[in-house]
């Protein structure tokens, strides 16, 4: 009996190192929907964790930008300013020309706000003006707007001389210039 | 009788007394007669003088003075005048050696001293000068006086080019074969045709010197040299081919009194600080004592090679800047001058590039057919934000020209001036023609100066001041461009190409309270071209003529600083369109301003789309005018409609559809034509 055990505790021991790792590459879309599935069902806990698993198994993938969002988006959430500021930090340095990008700017600016870092707030302000180049020739302001994968919904207005960021309809910045 | 007289003779008293009155007939007789013989041999006192000093000398008396002196009155060359070569002395006095004469009866001069001469020198004559040299080598140890003091002189030398110089000693000049050459209290005087009285101040320049020959150079103990300037002081020796210096030169000569003793300098100035700070002018003090142009530790190294002379090493401090300069200076065949320079030298290289004041200098010069031609390169840094980044400043004069003013100014002048500046990523080139500048020394730290030459087929002028400030140099100058060819100097003006016109400007740059420079441009009579704007509004209303805008008139005033800058009054004049406005660029790269342009109604129905957009108008209206707000990145700015009647009829009928396609239409144009990366 005794050794019966001890014969499968190899293969046990061996599932539990390999599994973590040894997502598939076809993977990554099935946890970016699962994850999905679990922020539209509010379980913000569960979704994290498969972000998670993108963040940490699948760099290369085409959800690696959305699930770094949003695992910066349940940082912050959760007050771990730090990770939050890892992640958007990430996002905002290697994907410039994601639609994320001025959002991921407007948490870090916050997190600069918090910290009374004014230049580096400063700066910030400058690369959300910098990230579009708008044309208005009747309307007042130019909308962009984008839903997380946490179910969170952004809005981003680009009037002529300023920007206002708002998360599920509520002004989260406005930068003047 | 007879035994009283010989009592008397035989008292001590009597005979003392015959003796004194004895030897006082007997050098009373001897001076009488040895001064008619000197009278009589007069012409060949004459000779002999002539022969030892090169010049034909005549002397009106001779006089022996008991009992080793030989006056001469009136020792002067024939026809002496100011204009040639001359020399006059009212009185000159040589003692010999008595006691040579008695025991090696040897009679050589012990001492000359010379009253009041007056020597005019008439250009350099070098056979004169070597003739001179030899006399003194062949009498070295016998004829020539081996001391000469020279009680207030003045030696006038006229140069070639005409320039004059005065060298007045006031008080007592001494060569003395072991104290060396000493003058105490001298004083030079330039008088105001020399170039060099405008730098050194048109006064009277005091000097005091020390030199001591030794067996292989000389040591100069000190060399002093004051005016209302500058005070200079030196010490150091030469020893074969090294010449080795030291000392310390201040533009506050005010601070270093040459015959105030130091420690009561230092007591008054501590008292005089002390009275200030109480006064609450502490600041002015401090800012006062680190003004000017103050070196204090000069080290300086020359080596003396048969065809050059080499500037080994030069360490000096200007007011807290380490620098050295190393040089060369070869007379033929053809003369050259050469130097380097460069702030921090004992820095590590790659520790100096993150010094915000690091300076690398280059100069090089050469006289080449008669013309002196020069250029000076110059490396620095300029900060930006947290940045460094380098630049280059080269200067490539030719045919240079220095001479002195009407007044007291600095005539400097180059046929053409190549004048370079180059930016980590951007470069300027402009080539100067017929440069004349004059700088006059004020009677502070610093000079006036006035430029004037021809560029780009136009003339600029400009004047303006610098003070000397090591820490900052502080600056302020008007400069005015007329005439200038627009097409040739639009590389000056970032953001418009014109391909013709006539420039004119004015300029203002000042460096207090902060770097500035201001001004406004005209351009009359030009085209305009490749204009970012007007290329997206050309293609937008198909209009081609409006790419190449010709206009009567374009204007702008224009500021830039540290904080931003800013283009404002923007005004272009032309008949199919006109355009005005303000334009604001910060460091951040971002910008701000408004433009409003103005299009006749026959232009704007040459335009396919425009021309349903006519029938909105009124039959009175001629024109009309858009309003734009411009914001964001300088190189993909944002566009805004600005609101008008024109805008609010034309939304009226048009359709929500037709609106989002326009928008969508002209966005796409805009950021097409963008430099967005």
């Given at each position: 009996m005794n050794l019966s055990r001890l014969c499968f505790l190899p293969v046990v021991m061996f599932s539990l190192w390999v599994?973590?790792?040894?997502?598939?590459?076809?993977d990554d879309q099935a946890l970016f929907q699962k994850g999905v599935n679990a922020g539209i069902s509010n379980q913000t806990d569960f979704a994290f964790s498969y972000f998670d698993m993108i963040v940490k198994n699948?760099?290369?993938?085409?959800y690696y930008p959305q699930a770094l969002f949003s695992s910066g988006e349940y940082f912050f959430r959760s007050r771990a300013f730090r990770d939050a500021k890892h992640m958007f930090r990430e996002l905002s340095n290697d994907y410039s020309?994601?639609?994320?990008r001025p959002f991921a700017l407007a948490y870090l600016l916050r997190l600069a706000k918090q910290e009374g870092k004014r230049l580096e707030a400063k700066e910030l302000e400058k690369e959300i003006v910098k990230a579009r180049q708008v044309c208005l020739v009747f309307k007042d302001f130019k909308e962009y707007s984008f839903t997380s994968p946490l179910n969170i919904i952004y809005k981003a207005q680009f009037f002529i001389d300023k920007v206002e960021v708002y998360i599920n309809g509520r002004l989260f910045e406005e930068i003047p210039f | 009788m007879d035994v009283f007289s010989k009592k008397f003779l035989f008292k001590p008293r009597f005979f003392w007394s015959a003796f004194f009155a004895a030897a006082v007939l007997a050098v009373v007789l001897f001076t009488v007669y040895f001064n008619f013989l000197l009278n009589n041999s007069l012409p060949v006192l004459e000779k002999k003088l002539s022969y030892l000093c090169g010049i034909e000398l005549s002397v009106e008396k001779v006089k022996f003075v008991p009992f080793n002196r030989i006056v001469l009155y009136r020792?002067?060359?024939?026809?002496?005048?100011?204009?040639?070569t001359g020399f006059f002395a009212p009185r000159v006095s040589a003692c010999y050696s008595f006691k040579k004469l008695l025991s090696e009866k040897t009679f050589s001069f012990s001492s000359l001293e010379i009253f009041a001469p007056e020597l005019v020198v008439r250009g350099f004559d070098r056979e004169k000068i070597k003739h001179i040299v030899r006399i003194a080598e062949d009498n070295k140890s016998g004829g020539l006086p081996v001391k000469i003091k020279v009680n207030q002189g003045l030696v006038n030398f006229f140069l070639k080019d005409g320039s004059f110089l005065r060298l007045q000693i006031d008080g007592l000049a001494f060569f003395d074969p072991v104290k060396g050459l000493e003058a105490r209290t001298g004083i030079i005087w330039d008088k105001n045709?020399?170039?060099s009285s405008r730098f050194l101040g048109k006064e009277r320049l005091q000097c005091r010197f020390s030199l001591v020959p030794g067996r292989n150079g000389a040591e100069l103990k000190n060399l002093e040299i004051e005016n209302r300037n500058v005070y200079l002081k030196l010490w150091g020796d030469l020893e074969k081919t090294d010449l080795k210096l030291k000392g310390m030169v201040s533009s506050r000569p005010g601070l270093w009194?040459?015959?105030?003793?130091e420690n009561d300098f230092l007591f008054k100035d501590k008292v005089s600080d002390l009275k200030a700070c109480f006064k609450g002018k502490a600041a002015q003090v401090l800012n006062g004592k680190s003004?000017?142009?103050?070196?204090?530790d000069l080290d300086c190294h020359f080596r003396f090679f048969q065809k050059k002379t080499e500037l080994v090493s030069a360490f000096f401090s200007w007011n807290g800047l380490p620098w050295r300069i190393k040089g060369e200076f070869v007379p033929a065949p053809v003369p050259r001058i050469c130097f380097s320079g460069l702030s921090y030298?004992?820095?590590h290289p790659e520790l100096r590039?993150?010094?915000?004041?690091k300076y690398d200098l280059y100069a090089e010069g050469a006289w080449e057919e008669d013309s002196f031609n020069c250029s000076l390169k110059l490396d620095f840094l300029r900060q930006t934000g947290k940045s460094l980044l380098p630049q280059s400043l080269v200067l490539d004069g030719s045919r240079v020209v220095v001479s002195p003013g009407p007044d007291k100014q600095i005539e400097l002048g180059f046929a053409s001036l190549l004048m370079e500046y180059h930016d980590c990523d951007c470069s300027y080139q402009v080539l100067a023609e017929n440069v004349l500048s004059s700088f006059e020394p004020k009677k502070t730290d610093g000079f006036d100066f006035f430029i004037y030459f021809s560029v780009y087929g136009g003339r600029l002028e400009s004047s303006g001041t610098v003070s000397w400030d090591p820490a900052q140099p502080l600056y302020s100058a008007d400069l005015k461009l007329s005439g200038l060819a627009a097409d040739s100097a639009s590389?000056?003006?970032?953001?418009f190409t014109f391909s013709s016109g006539s420039l004119q400007a004015g300029l203002k740059l000042k460096a207090d309270p902060l770097p500035q420079v201001a001004g406004e441009v005209e351009i009359r009579q030009g085209c305009l071209e490749n204009m970012q704007f007007l290329q997206w509004l050309s293609g937008f209303s198909s209009i081609p003529s409006l790419a190449e805008l010709n206009f009567s008139r374009f204007y702008f005033h224009f500021l830039a600083n540290e904080q931003k800058s800013a283009i404002d009054k923007i005004s272009i004049e032309s008949q199919p369109l006109s355009l005005t406005g303000d334009f604001d660029l910060y460091p951040s790269q971002l910008v701000s301003g408004n433009i409003s342009l103005g299009f006749s109604r026959t232009l704007l129905e040459l335009s396919p789309k425009f021309r349903k957009l006519?029938?909105?108008?009124?039959?009175?209206?001629?024109s009309v005018n858009f309003d734009f707000r411009l914001s964001g990145l300088y190189e993909a700015m944002n566009f805004k409609w600005l609101a008008s009647d024109f805008k609010h009829d034309l939304q009226k009928i048009l359709p929500g559809s037709m609106e989002k396609s326009m928008e969508k239409k002209i966005e796409a144009v805009i950021t097409s034509i963008s430099d967005r990366k």
């Open positions: 599994m973590p790792g040894t997502a598939l590459p076809a699948h760099r290369g993938s085409r020309d994601s639609e994320l | 020792v002067s060359s024939a026809e002496f005048s100011a204009q040639k045709e020399n170039l009194k040459m015959n105030e003793p003004s000017g142009f103050n070196i204090y030298p004992d820095q590039k993150s010094l915000p004041r590389h000056l003006i970032p953001g006519c029938k909105l108008l009124k039959d009175e209206d001629l």
